[in-house]
């Protein structure tokens, strides 16, 4: 045994503070086991984070593999859906034309273009726009007529224009519709005829006056 007070001092309050050499090494020997204890927590969480790190870098490079794949799937997805569908606008038929005159003609044809239609399955889509008057109490009635007829399915396409006023009146306007008559592939005629509306005479009527007009056919599906 070792006492632990200074010299020359013995007696009942050394004595509380006598410690053996076995208690010193018992206590050296739990401190190093702690000290082992907690080294090897350490590499342990140090593995266990390592681990999880890898994981989950394995995990976003995945992700961003299956988003890079799946996003050049829906790129290629719209090229090719972009491409059938320029295809299929060139595939089609088309025309235009513009007519820069004056018309008074109070009952026929003030403008004609020709298309070359492509399928039997389509329909046509014709857009006709001009300058139009009237004067005094007059009807004109504008239809569009596919070789020579009007337009059964869906429906005809045409206009009125009436006025009853003893003056000139003229107005921009535009006429279109889509016919499915059926019409077949081939060339058609498109026709704008001018004439009375029922039983109204068509008098003092003007086409196309100091302005540019148009009629245009373009083949769709429906």
């Given at each position: 045994?070792?006492c632990?007070?200074?010299?020359?001092?013995?007696?009942?309050?050394?004595?509380?503070?006598?410690?053996?050499?076995?208690?010193?090494?018992?206590?050296?020997?739990?401190?190093?086991?702690?000290?082992?204890?907690?080294?090897?927590?350490?590499?342990?969480?140090?593995?266990?984070?390592?681990?999880?790190?890898?994981?989950?870098?394995?995990?976003?490079?995945?992700?961003?593999?299956?988003?890079?794949?799946?996003?050049?799937?829906?790129?290629?997805?719209?090229?090719?859906?972009?491409?059938?569908?320029?295809?299929?606008?060139?595939?089609?038929?088309?025309?235009?034309?513009?007519?820069?005159?004056y018309?008074?003609?109070e009952?026929?044809?003030?403008?004609?273009?020709?298309?070359?239609?492509?399928?039997?399955?389509?329909?046509?889509?014709?857009?006709?726009?001009?300058?139009?008057?009237?004067?005094?109490?007059?009807?004109?009635?504008y239809?569009?007529?596919?070789?020579?007829?009007?337009?059964?399915?869906?429906?005809?396409?045409?206009?009125?224009?009436?006025?009853?006023?003893?003056?000139?009146?003229?107005?921009?306007?535009?006429?279109?519709?889509?016919?499915?008559?059926?019409?077949?592939?081939?060339?058609?005629?498109?026709?704008?005829?001018?004439?009375?509306?029922?039983?109204?005479?068509?008098?003092?009527?003007?086409?196309?006056?100091?302005?540019?007009?148009?009629?245009?056919?373009?083949?769709?599906?429906?």
């Amino acid at each position: 045994h070792r006492c632990m007070c200074p010299p020359l001092r013995t007696g009942r309050h050394c004595q509380k503070r006598w410690i053996t050499e076995g208690k010193v090494a018992e206590m050296s020997s739990e401190i190093a086991s702690l000290r082992s204890e907690m080294r090897d927590l350490r590499e342990s969480s140090l593995r266990d984070t390592t681990s999880a790190m890898n994981k989950m870098f394995s995990f976003l490079q995945n992700l961003a593999a299956n988003l890079t794949s799946s996003v050049q799937g829906n790129l290629d997805g719209l090229a090719r859906q972009n491409e059938r569908q320029l295809q299929s606008f060139q595939n089609l038929g088309f025309a235009y034309a513009s007519f820069h005159r004056y018309s008074s003609v109070e009952e026929g044809v003030v403008a004609a273009i020709t298309i070359d239609k492509k399928h039997d399955s389509t329909a046509l889509k014709v857009t006709y726009s001009a300058n139009v008057g009237i004067r005094g109490t007059s009807t004109a009635r504008y239809v569009i007529l596919f070789d020579g007829r009007e337009c059964t399915t869906p429906s005809t396409i045409d206009m009125v224009a009436y006025l009853n006023l003893n003056e000139w009146i003229n107005w921009p306007t535009s006429l279109t519709g889509i016919c499915q008559m059926p019409i077949g592939h081939g060339p058609h005629r498109i026709e704008v005829r001018i004439g009375r509306a029922g039983s109204r005479r068509n008098r003092y009527s003007q086409t196309g006056w100091k302005s540019l007009s148009y009629l245009e056919a373009q083949e769709v599906r429906v």
